[in-house]
């Protein structure tokens, strides 16, 4: 009976510990597990002449500039929708909900989407491509007005 009794109590406090431990690291858990700093950034889109781009839909992206901090430590790029009732675009996101994006210089990319989500040649397609966009900011400097030329 001693033999048994000793056996659980044994068996109780490697059980409590492992779950001590476990909670332990959970609480813990990763961190926010993002080393960068962001800067909430806001902004309209229009053609050139300031009227309004006729699609279903239109997404911008800033596609940061800085370097990785190593090889599995780099900037997200932030995206928007714009409201193509008025142009308006303000809830830019990179890693969470509304964060902005990284701080520093960026390329942007606006693409005009279909309702199908295919993209529409009411913007250019030189300003969907982040290696070809004419458009860079820095984010110190929002908001932004993007003014698109109409497609010929």
């Known amino acids: ?62 596609y940061p500039q800085v370097d990785r901090i190593d090889a599995k430590t780099h900037p997200r790029p932030g995206k928007a929708e714009v409201n193509v009732a008025d142009g308006t675009f303000n809830q830019v996101t990179s890693h969470e909900y509304g964060d902005g994006v990284v701080r520093g210089k960026h390329k942007v990319t606006i693409a005009a989407l279909d309702s199908q989500g295919r993209v529409s040649t009411a913007i250019p397609l030189k300003y969907s ?24």
């Open 129 to 152: 491509h982040p290696k070809r966009t004419p458009l860079e900011i820095d984010s110190a400097e929002s908001p932004y007005l993007f003014e698109i030329k109409k497609s010929r």
């Open 1 to 62: 009976m001693f033999r048994i009794n000793s056996f659980l109590q044994g068996y109780r406090r490697w059980w409590f510990t492992a779950a001590g431990v476990f909670g332990l690291l959970f609480s813990i858990g990763c961190g926010s597990g993002d080393p960068f700093n962001y800067h909430r950034v806001s902004g309209k889109v229009t053609y050139d002449d300031g009227s309004l781009i006729p699609a279903e839909r239109i997404t911008v992206t800033f």
